[in-house]
């Protein structure tokens, strides 16, 4: 979707060589940056990502701990924008593509050393990121442009992750073996973009203190009233639904195309697959139960209670709970 208009010096193995580096719940090494893990060459394409990007006020950006909703997300905001798209004679992209491939990720468009031009996107430029609140480019802070933080109770998010990460074509040794030791690293902090709830902390502190530009939302209150959130959206990235909109029915549309029946029955979606970054990713990986509290089914009692007890502490004095 956009030209590469540089290539920047390869220096990714002097950067990894000197940052602190873990086994964590992911299948390969995970390296900290400004204080959240990240894989390797995926760490990369964050820094180009912070030292490059220049952000529009137009632009979208969807903001994610990996496994707390994603690609559901991006199948809103992707159907929401484009709802011109919802007629019925018209095949919408989201019946032939997978959302990552509508909304990729911001700093997957900077991996191996690509600087990307990225001002011939279309507009809104929507752009996804698991990069922390502290760490997204100033740019994008300047421009005021929305920022939809999506999180999910933490007990699902690593049920979740676990089964993903199985299922990655990727599987180093450094990669947990069982269920319990990938528990014992994700409680640690040592997940994809962990530590999970300091990611959560600060995109909440955030739509506190920025509520024009940081809008916070929970998987499970997604789920729960999927109508109301769907026209927050809307509201949020200033293209709210009209009444007639909402009498033709164009909400619940949005809302059947993007359920997770209908997308994970596509073609697109149980066959097809990409590569992102290092790893060539089954789209039907991202599609497994889409359900809320699904970890009565995996955790033990004694782990239960170790994450809500972490929750507790993390969250503590601040109005969230997960
Ligand atoms: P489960 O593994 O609990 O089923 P992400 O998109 O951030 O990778 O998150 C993946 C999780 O979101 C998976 O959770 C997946 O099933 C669920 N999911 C994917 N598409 C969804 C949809 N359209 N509606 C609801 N949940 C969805």
Redesign the pocket.
Known sequence: ASAPIAKEEEGEEEIMSILPRVRGLWPEHLYQHQGFWYAGKYLHSVMATQTHFIAHSSDILLA?N???????LK?LIFAICNRKLMHPSTQHPLLTLNSHQLVPFLELHYIDNQIPNLDILPSPRLFATHMPYSSIPQSVLDSGCPIIYMCRNPK?TF??MW??VNKLSIKESTMPSTLEEAFEMFCNGASNAGPFWDHVLEYWRASLDRPHCVMFLK?EEM?AETTVHVKRLAEFIRCPFSLEEEKEGVVDEIIRL???EN??SLDVNKTGDAVFGKFEVKFHT??????VG?WSNYLTPDMIERLDRISEHKFHGYDLTL
Do not use: A, E, N
């Open positions: 994610t990996p496994k707390c909703g994603t690609t559901w199948s699902d049920v979740s089964h993903f998987y789920q993007c359920s997770f997308l994970s991202y599609f497994r139960k889409g359900k699904d």
